[in-house]
């Protein structure tokens, strides 16, 4: 690997789903406020719109998501069975990630 790629290893990209429905599960949010939360979790700048929005787009369509008009902005928030997906994507998160840390 070189030095340039070295940051890669750790790419959350395909984690990006998951992240958006768990800060939906806290509460409704438009896409630059979920940019800015997923900013601020990663600890690097902000996710372009052509990464935010099109994750969005896959979610609403899974029927994960809903969108709402507030005046020209659109607030995302979780539907019934993304809050369901949410809590089967936590478990096999734990049970794939857990013992990875010392304790």
């Known amino acids: ?3 340039e790629g070295a940051g890669d290893c750790c790419d959350m990209r395909g984690m990006l789903g998951f992240l958006i429905l768990f800060l939906l599960s806290k509460k ?3 896409g630059q406020e979920l940019a800015g939360e997923i900013a601020n979790r990663k600890g690097e700048k902000k996710p372009s719109p052509g990464t935010i929005y099109p994750a969005l ?4 369509e899974a029927g994960f998501i809903v969108e709402e008009k ?3 902005t659109i607030v995302y928030s979780l539907t019934e069975r993304g809050e369901n997906a949410l809590k089967l994507a936590k478990r096999k998160f734990v049970k794939t990630f857990f013992g990875i840390f010392p304790e």
């Open 70 to 72: 507030d005046g020209k």
């Open 28 to 30: 409704p949010m438009h």
């Open 57 to 60: 787009k896959s979610l609403r």
């Open 1 to 3: 690997m070189n030095r």
